[in-house]
């Protein structure tokens, strides 16, 4: 059974930076698309950024486009999210997750996930 963890996340000043890791352990996720979401306070979560398979393939959400960046490293079966030009509205909860079933295509909808890390939060602050 896989498992994810997020880490990375803390507090930071608006306009800074901060990089989240996602480390699956228990199985390889080489073969899976994967994505990570926000959950801000009170709001419903969100899609922020997916990869392919082998990292040729990524998409946005319009409110973080330009400023992150997401990339993988297979051999170490890890996912980052390099974030840039925080803002406070980037505050929230983010989760990684792995795409149900091997080879599917990436996907902007929490529902085409299947396992979930734990959270790292990521405060910005005004």
């Known amino acids: 059974q896989v498992q994810l963890l997020e880490s990375g996340g803390g507090l930071v000043q608006a306009g800074g930076s901060l990089r989240l890791s996602c480390t699956a352990s228990g199985r390889t996720v080489s073969t899976y698309a994967m994505g990570w979401f926000r959950q801000a306070p009170g709001k419903e979560r969100e899609f922020a950024s997916t990869?392919?398979?082998?990292?040729?393939?990524?998409s946005y959400a319009e409110s973080v486009k330009g400023r992150f960046t997401i990339s993988r490293d297979n051999a170490k079966n890890t996912v980052y999210l390099q974030m840039n030009s925080l803002k406070p509205e980037d505050t929230a909860v983010y989760y990684c997750?792995?795409?149900?079933?091997?080879?599917?295509?990436?996907?902007?909808?929490?529902?085409?996930?299947?396992?979930w890390g734990q959270g790292t939060q990521v405060t910005v602050s005004s």
């Open positions: 997750a792995r795409r149900a079933n091997m080879w599917s295509p990436v996907s902007r909808f929490g529902a085409d996930y299947d396992v």
């Open positions: 990869i392919s398979q082998n990292g040729r393939t990524t």
